[in-house]
């Protein structure tokens, strides 16, 4: 069964620096996300990206973070000057038709220190 | 503003017992609903939704949810439990006009021998 991989599983920063966490969508799919989970709380939605230009982007989504698909099938995450509120669960997800259900990655856990 | 509810943030049920896992939901506009299950350490599987026609829906592995737009409610119920159908359980909602998902905060499912 396809599936959507992330890369990498754990990462550690420290306060100030910048990441960039992976995802390789499913290979058809044609809409793209973020969402985070910080610990104990809900599953909140970052951004989508739809040929290739954001379609939406909640308010956490601000200037320190930034979305691309550099190579048609990578989508990354890149979070610029991290913070320790950053710290969570982020998961990729990708779907074909935007509607029908996404396929969700199993997540990078971003430990910011 | 749309928003999820889940009122029970852990239900515990004995193997072979019926359990009901709640959701309602708030929208000004119609909306898609799902049900997400995630397992230890790892990511978001879609278990089922609702998008249009029967508001029945169900999954291959025994579990069904349905729609009632009276009240508001995508209620997942499951006749006879598992020790296997342990896991985090999690509503959310796409309102129409929209991709993204707004997650309720989850319930965990304890399935007890």
């Known amino acids: 069964e396809p599936e959507v991989t992330q890369t990498p599983s754990h990462q550690v920063t420290q306060m100030g620096q910048e990441v960039i966490l992976r995802c390789v969508p499913i290979?058809?799919?044609?809409?793209f996300y973020w969402y985070r989970q910080i610990l104990g709380q809900k599953v909140e939605f970052l951004v989508s990206f739809y040929n290739n230009e954001i379609s939406e982007k909640s308010e956490i989504f601000d200037d320190q973070f930034s979305v691309e698909r550099p190579d048609g099938s990578n989508f990354t995450l890149k979070i610029r000057s991290t913070k320790l509120e950053d710290s969570a669960m982020y998961f990729c997800?990708?779907?074909?038709?935007?509607?029908?259900?996404?396929?969700f990655g199993s997540g990078t856990r971003l430990t910011v220190v | 503003a749309q928003s999820v509810t889940q009122l029970d943030s852990q239900v515990p049920v004995f193997e072979e017992a019926p359990v009901e896992l709640r959701c309602n939901y708030s929208s000004s506009v119609s909306v898609y609903l799902f049900w997400y299950v995630q397992y230890p350490n790892q990511g978001l599987q879609l278990l089922l939704k609702y998008l249009s026609g029967s508001t029945l829906v169900k999954s291959i592995n025994g579990f069904e949810a349905e729609f009632n737009k009276s009240q508001t409610s995508f209620h997942l119920r499951k006749p006879s439990v598992h020790i296997s159908d342990t896991a985090e359980y999690f509503c959310a909602v796409s309102p129409s006009g929209t991709y993204k998902y707004i997650f309720g905060t989850g319930t965990r499912l304890k399935v007890l021998a």
């Open positions: 997800a990708s779907s074909g038709s935007g509607k029908g259900g996404y396929t």
């Open positions: 290979s058809n799919h044609l809409y």
